[in-house]
């Protein structure tokens, strides 16, 4: 079964894909900070990750390049609650399709 890591600090937002992805049939982890998320995907080597932004310990955009360092071929949907043009323009920059 295809692993996702979730990484999100909102616990309502974490919890809901959770469950929802689990109910789907995934082998779902997550993670509430950046640093712990790229832990959990150094032992998992998830299939994709779920990748909040803004993160408290450290930015989402950070996060996505150490785990690029890991797995130059991970997939990541960067999420956010904020509109933030900058924070789009930067992650569509990021995009490898």
């Not at 616990?11 to 894909?17: C, F, P």
């Not at 299939?47 to 993160?55: F, G, K, N, P």
């Not at 950070?62 to 043009?85: C, N, P, R, S």
Request: proline share 2%; charged share 35%; aromatic share 10%.
């Amino acid at each position: 079964m295809p692993r996702i890591l979730i990484i999100d600090d909102d616990d309502s937002i974490r919890e809901s894909l959770d469950m929802y992805l689990t109910e789907e049939g995934y082998d779902v982890e997550v993670a509430d900070k950046g640093w712990v998320g790229i832990s959990k995907y150094a032992a998992s080597r998830a299939e994709l990750v779920i990748l909040d932004i803004r993160l408290p310990d450290v930015s989402g955009f950070f996060v996505y390049d150490e785990l690029k360092k890991q797995d130059g071929q991970v997939k990541v949907i960067m999420i956010t609650a904020f509109h933030d043009g900058n924070a789009i323009d930067e992650a569509l920059k990021k995009r490898s399709f």
